[in-house]
């Protein structure tokens, strides 16, 4: 099991190809989990991986990729968890 977090990311993150450039971030570190779009304009991302590893992916999601802003990065450190792949929905 692994150490993982969950960050909700809130601003301008939808329709930005925000989802497809965590996924290439997160699987260039080492990282496991998901990318989901929210009913509330959010993205959802699950991350779980080694710490530093999730500790530059929460910094890389506090700027995103260019065509996003992001106002707010809330980030809840979970139990280990195992997960394979990185998927983006």
Not at 43 to 63: F, K, S, T
């Amino acid at each position: 099991m692994m150490p993982a977090a969950r960050f909700l990311v809130a601003g301008r993150v939808q329709g930005v190809f925000f989802r497809a450039s965590t996924r290439e971030q997160a699987l260039a570190l080492g990282l496991a989990g998901h990318a989901l779009n929210r009913g509330d304009g959010r993205v959802e991302v699950l991350a779980v991986g080694p710490g530093p590893a999730l500790d530059a992916l929460h910094a890389w999601l506090r700027q995103g990729p260019p065509a996003a802003r992001v106002e707010a990065v809330d980030r809840e450190d979970l139990p280990g968890q195992a997960v394979q792949g990185f998927r983006i929905g």
